[in-house]
């Protein structure tokens, strides 16, 4: 509100916010309150000035959050008793036996707009991080993940004593369960894109998992992971790619298969970068950040030098992007390697790629040499 509007009122401007000033200035109070697991939560009246949500108090209410609660009911509860504390501000404000008093220095927190990355869930996080979140993105934006490529959003889930594998589901007759850094969760409503919501058993009959079958949902790739860190070391500080590799799988407990995958990722990414780099360049009209460029050296040599699937070195690539570059930059690394993986599908970058890497022995830049058959075997992700 502009300054010159602020001074109109003869008592100011008095507002409403769902929180216990200071706590949680800004525009998602409730939201915010229940995904940091505070025990109350409650709503003030203040005055108007120009910082957020920074003037002076009048009355306030508190409420306990409930281990149910969804920022939806909360807010619907509070703006009930909100109303009615509203009423009896401005009624002491007239007759004078109510009086502003300034907020504390201390205790300030922000509660910025709940985005749709904020909602996305996490399945390494545990079941009571998961659970808050849920809950406070619930009915909006709604909480969500990804199954085969597809995004679908999760109503509030019950916490077991169920142990599963991070981001594995499970299904029985009537329960739907994923695991997390803990314990499990267990679904209660889910919604697929253009779908109605529905109980989690009824969604997980529908994609065809029948009780008692399990699958795996959208999770942190570390294999992946593992290798953009090498890549970014070897560019950055120009370290032995092998040491570097070798900290990496230890620093994220890689091993086996997915070890075998980092090192395949690792070692013809860094053997084959001189010609993606001429694609990438081809199909981009501006710089390039180096970790950007390290992403999309990755989706390169997954789509042209490997068995990986296209859909998943592309959506593999993009969460590796959001994740550990940001989100600004994840439409262009979609963008690039669908054109990669579209003019791989006509063999369009056929000349663009040297005589295949296992015909002839290569050696690195650092002091490891890498023969013929030499790479591990890898998975297919």
Known sequence: ??????????????????????AWRGAAPVQRAIMAGDPVTGATTFSLVAGLDAGPTYLRLERPIQPTDTSGALLGALADEGAQLLVRTLDGIADGSVQATDQPDVGITLA???????????????????????????????????????????????????????????TTKNSVLVGTATTALALGQVKAFGKKEMAAPDWAR?????????????????????????????DESDAYANLALKQALARHRVTGRDAAFATELVSGTLRLRGSYDPIIDSLVSRALEPAV??????????????????????????????????????GLVNAVLRKVAAHTSSSGWSGWLPTPASTRPVTWRWPIRIQSGSSPPWPRH
């Open 293 to 330: 460029r390290d992403v999309l050296r990755l989706g390169a040599h997954q789509l042209l030098s490997t068995r990986v699937p296209v859909h998943a070195a592309i959506s593999t690539s993009v969460e590796l992007c959001r994740r550990h570059v940001g989100h600004r930059t994840t």
């Open 112 to 170: 910025p707009k709940i985005t749709v990355d904020d909602a996305r869930i996490d399945w390494t996080q545990s079941a009571e991080v998961l659970d808050r979140q849920i809950r406070g993105c619930t009915p909006a934006p709604g909480a969500w993940c990804e199954f085969r490529g597809e995004r679908f959003k999760v109503g509030p889930a019950t916490i077991t004593q169920d142990r599963l594998a991070t981001g594995e589901l499970v």
């Open 206 to 234: 529908g994609i065809r998992i029948e009780p008692g079958g399990a699958a795996q949902l959208s999770a942190p790739d570390q294999a992946r992971v593992v290798a953009f860190e090498v890549l970014r070391a070897v």
């Open 1 to 22: 509100m502009p300054e010159v509007a602020l001074s109109i009122p003869r008592h100011g401007w008095v507002n409403l916010h769902f929180s216990l000033l200071p």
